[in-house]
């Protein structure tokens, strides 16, 4: 009843402004879904009509999701690789080390692709203080070995806190907890590049809606922003269901890139492209560079869970916010 719902609603949206378009904000309200307005041809669009990114949460949070992990991973790289699709991995340090084989995998991918710090022991921002929350993602970073300063920070369970950390260990992007179709606004400092549709066991069958909201993001020139979990796409086990899903999925937005009207990014080349279009944008940074790593020896402890996602509405052009009331 409730894909039915959004279904219709996402449909309703593509209509001129009337009657229909109001039920379908309506709808969409009550289903904590909020849309527009939004910035006309933005420049770091690059003339195309929106840029997709797809993030995936790499994290074990129960001993239960290790194989199902392991495998939905192999599963995305495969995906990725079919479809050359830039993934933005939110990496988590005690995860890693944990399943090492699956971690070399990602970095052993053909395809490009940007590791993002998802921190150490998925730690609770909100919950820390930000000493402790400093040194976790110091110790994610070190673990994961990498070469290149990161540039992208994925809040375990979405709970946002301590930018001024971030800021300092030099992220530009993050992914909010607040849902929304629009263009990203640029919120302490970093980038929040605000998911669209969080791919889950639920989303079987419903390659339709997803290629609805892609749609939507490529009328309004908004950011098509999909985030799921290795784990999330597993059913009994199985990657396969899901897989055949996203498949549809990214066949599509592959066609929306050969006819010019897409672009694939990870969410650090979109923060840099934002950086360079944006004069009131703190330095210019450096271009994300390709994926070098040398993974390192630490353990530690990790902590279990994430948590839902709320959505909100967003005017670009001011960088204002109209929250929905649920």
Known sequence: MKRTAKTLAVKGLGTPLGSNSFISRRVLRALKMDYGPFQRNPTYLN??????????????????????????????????????????????????????????????????????????????????????????????????????????????????????VLHELGFRAYRGARRAICSPVETNGLWNIRPVYYVDQKSLGSADLIKSYLDLCIEHFAVFHLWLHPWSIMIDGQAEPMAQTLDEVFSYMQEKRNEGTLDFLTMGELAFRLDVASPKSRA?????????????????????????????????????????SH
């Open 284 to 324: 210019q940074q450096e271009r994300p560079q390709e994926v070098r790593s040398r993974p390192a020896e630490n353990f530690g402890e990790a902590t279990r869970g994430h948590g839902p996602v709320d959505l909100t509405l967003v005017d670009p052009s001011r960088g204002d916010e109209v929250r929905s």
């Open 47 to 164: 003339g195309k009509n929106s840029i997709s990114c797809v993030s995936v949460d790499f994290d074990v949070t129960r001993p239960s999701r290790f194989e199902d992990n392991r495998n939905g991973t192999r599963a995305l790289l495969g995906l990725a690789e079919r479809y050359r699709m830039p993934l933005t991995w939110a990496v988590c340090g005690h995860s890693v080390e944990d399943d090492m084989r699956s971690y070399e995998a990602i970095l052993q991918s053909p395809v490009p692709k940007e590791i993002g710090i998802h921190t150490y022991s998925h730690i609770d921002a909100q919950a820390s203080s930000s000493e402790s929350f400093k040194a976790d993602v110091e110790r994610c970073i070190q673990v994961l070995g990498l070469n290149d300063r990161p540039k992208t920070f994925i809040f375990p369970w979405n709970r946002e806190a301590h930018f001024d």
